[in-house]
């Protein structure tokens, strides 16, 4: 399995912006779909979104359509996510995860085999 590293959460005003990194150690993540999702307490984890392993693919919940954005350094071992114009209801922990199997496009958290161990997002009114 490959070890992933989430950081860049924080607090946040509404309307603000952050900038979310996963870095991959262990083995390289270039083959993998990699995905990015939260949990909010008392709620189950949600996919967010996910990126191919060449960026051919990029999917994400309808709620960030617009406002975040993923992208994937393969040559850095990295994936991240831009999130503009967040909002209170974006308050989660989220994760970084890899799905290994080839050819893979799914938004399923049981189908992601690595996970960080999160970073704290909180976006305040």
């Known amino acids: 399995q490959v070890q992933l590293v989430e950081s860049g959460g924080g607090l946040v005003q509404a309307g603000g912006s952050l900038r979310l990194s996963c870095a991959a150690s262990?083995?390289?993540?270039?083959?993998?779909?990699m995905g990015w999702f939260r949990q909010a307490p008392g709620k189950e984890r949600e996919f967010v979104a996910g990126?191919?392993?060449?960026?051919?693919?990029?999917m994400y919940v309808d709620s960030a359509k617009g406002r975040f954005t993923i992208s994937r350094d393969n040559a850095r071992n990295t994936v991240s996510l831009r999130m503009n114009d967040l909002k209170p209801e974006d308050t989660a922990v989220y994760y970084c995860?890899?799905?290994?199997?080839?050819?893979?496009?799914?938004?399923?958290?049981?189908?992601?085999?690595?996970w960080g161990q999160g970073t704290q997002v909180t976006v305040s009114s």
């Open positions: 990126i191919s392993r060449n960026g051919g693919w990029r």
């Open positions: 995860a890899a799905d290994s199997r080839l050819y893979s496009r799914s938004y399923n958290p049981s189908d992601y085999d690595s």
């Open positions: 262990g083995r390289t993540i270039g083959t993998s779909t």
